[in-house]
């Protein structure tokens, strides 16, 4: 029988965004390969699964550590594989087990279990033309973040990308620099969570907003295509 491994998509806040299908698919896995064993049990208690046997993969993981896991899958258990939360393989470790997965096993049965993920939530209630955008992951920290933001402000389609709670004031204030005033973006706050907070219109509007309440929190940016 050929290795089957589930790539799932797990809530980013809200764990009533499991769909069914994927909390079936947890409780029948012998093997969770998860991007951090705690949050993995966080989320699978949360949802009143009882834990199997989690093997934490991530960016750094070992070669040892890597082969055990393929050696599962290769030995016809059945597999999973998740990150911290959202869509596996989304600026997140997903890739880097699965591309080793791909590699040593050319039989391997890849089933996705599809759901949320940030970038897409915070696209679908940005209200900026979708029908063609452009993820970027992350803002580069030093080399390379001035053409990051000349890349947002050149495109000619909207613009989507993540950045962390700390950082948050100081990239904004880079777009604020680099866009046309009347240029309009939407930042998601902990969407689907408590806190959840969608702020939209030109980035002089966003940046107020959000020196005179700093938010904590995650984030994703969306940035209107130029010349709308
Ligand atoms: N694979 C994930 C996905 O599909 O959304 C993304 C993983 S990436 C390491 C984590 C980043 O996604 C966070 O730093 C933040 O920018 C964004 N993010 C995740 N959950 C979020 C949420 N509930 N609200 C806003 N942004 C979120």
């Given amino acids: 029988m050929d290795a089957t491994l589930y790539v799932i998509a797990t809530p980013i806040g809200n764990l009533e965004d ?34 199997p046997r989690i093997v ?4 750094h993981s070992s070669e040892k550590d890597i082969r055990d896991a393929v050696e599962r899958l290769a030995g016809g258990e059945r597999c999973a594989l998740i ?15 699965l591309d080793r997965a791909y590699a040593a096993l050319p039989g391997l ?29 992350f803002p580069p920290h030093k080399k ?11 495109a000619d389609e909207t613009v989507v990308f993540y950045e962390s709670p700390h950082r948050i004031e100081k990239t904004l204030d880079a777009l604020a620099e ?6 309009r973006i939407c930042i998601g706050r902990e969407l689907t969570k408590v806190y959840e907070t969608i702020v939209r219109g030109p980035v002089a509007h966003v940046l107020e907003v959000v020196r005179a309440a700093p938010l904590k929190g995650e984030f994703v940016i969306v940035v209107e295509r130029a010349g709308r």
């Fill in 83 to 97: 990150t911290d939360a959202g869509t596996p393989g989304i600026s997140d470790p997903g890739a880097h087990f």
């Fill in 18 to 51: 499991l769909s069914p299908r994927a909390r079936r698919v947890l409780s029948e896995v012998g093997t969770l390969i998860a991007e951090d064993t705690r949050v993995a049990r966080a989320l699978l208690s949360g949802i009143g699964v009882p834990a």
């Fill in 144 to 154: 390379g973040r001035a053409a990051f933001f000349k890349e947002v402000v050149a």
């Fill in 178 to 183: 680099a866009l046309d005033a009347t240029r």
């Fill in 109 to 137: 049965h890849v089933v996705p279990v599809p759901g949320p993920s940030a970038a897409a939530t915070a696209l679908s209630v940005s209200g900026f033309y979708a029908d063609r955008f452009l993820f970027l992951g």
């Fill in 56 to 59: 934490a993969i991530h960016a």
